[in-house]
């Protein structure tokens, strides 16, 4: 049991919680190897793409090992730190992620599992997954980025219903409400996966991250502030060689070839 690496097609890394023992749920040894792994991946500068999954059939994640993890955190309060963010498996922080990702879900997708899903770019779904943040049963809230991601993303009133309730949703409503923004059979979940994530690596890298920048920032900024930013950087790539390299491959009815400059 770990949290397993695997690069595929030399760009793209699968990362995938095995714990499946646990309905890979994240003890605090599996959460610190998880942050390792996203640490490897942003500072990789061949990896362009990660793609994050849950092994065996039950479920993607379902968030923190009560039993280790919350015991943890209580700790951590009980220190009366100023700063409380933790980052639950090294991605429901701001901005830990440098690049895209993808979560590849199937079974249950609840608690921190379902932050980690949300802390992704892009979440695809097998029509057997299943949807909660639940913490409130417990007494506590959905403190891996859930209050903050969660409504941005389906709006103020689901994301009320979810987190206030903690009932859980269907991948069909998972879909309508736009959490996820694709639904497959399970056998077909890992091929979609890659094939999205093959799609972005033949795109320019500096316009991707650039794009991911800029679209990040329409959630946090005014209308104002944001196209003010999406104008830096769009000044910003049009003076590199990848902008050159793609105008000149779409002259001449090619595939442009990338160097990230």
């Known amino acids: 049991m770990s949290i397993d690496f695997k690069i595929i097609n030399q760009y793209i890394a699968h990362i995938t919680i095995n714990r499946p023992d646990r309905l890979n749920a994240l003890d605090l040894e599996h959460d610190r190897s998880l942050a390792a792994a996203w640490k490897r991946f942003n500072e990789d500068p061949e990896l362009k793409v990660a793609v994050l999954a849950g ?17 943890h955190r209580r700790r951590i309060a009980e220190s009366q730190v100023d700063n409380a963010t933790i980052s639950f498996g090294g991605m429901t922080a701001d901005r830990e992620i440098l690049k895209p990702t993808i979560a590849a879900i199937h079974g249950f997708c609840v608690a ?12 695809i779904a097998a029509r057997d997954a299943r949807f909660a943040l639940p913490e409130v049963r417990w007494g506590i809230l959905p403190g ?25 949703i269907s991948a069909d409503f998972a879909l309508n409400c736009g959490l996820v923004t694709q639904l497959v059979e399970r056998h077909e979940l890992e091929t979609t996966a890659l094939s999205i994530a093959e799609r972005i690596v033949k795109n320019g890298p500096l316009a991707v991250a650039a ?32 902008a050159a390299e793609g105008v000149a491959a779409f002259a001449a009815r090619r595939q442009p070839e990338y160097k990230g400059r």
């Open 144 to 168: 891996g980025g859930g209050t903050q991601r969660l409504g941005k993303i389906v709006g103020l009133g689901v994301a009320m219903r979810m987190i206030l309730t903690g009932d859980e």
């Open 55 to 71: 092994s065996g059939e039950r479920a993607f994640c379902t968030g923190a090992d009560i039993l280790d993890y919350i015991p």
């Open 211 to 242: 794009a991911r920048q800029a679209l990040l920032a329409s959630f946090e900024f005014p209308i104002e502030q944001g196209l003010a930013k999406e104008a830096e950087l769009q000044r910003e790539l049009l003076l590199t060689e990848d």
């Open 112 to 123: 921190g599992g379902l932050e980690l899903a949300l802390a992704c770019d892009i979440r």
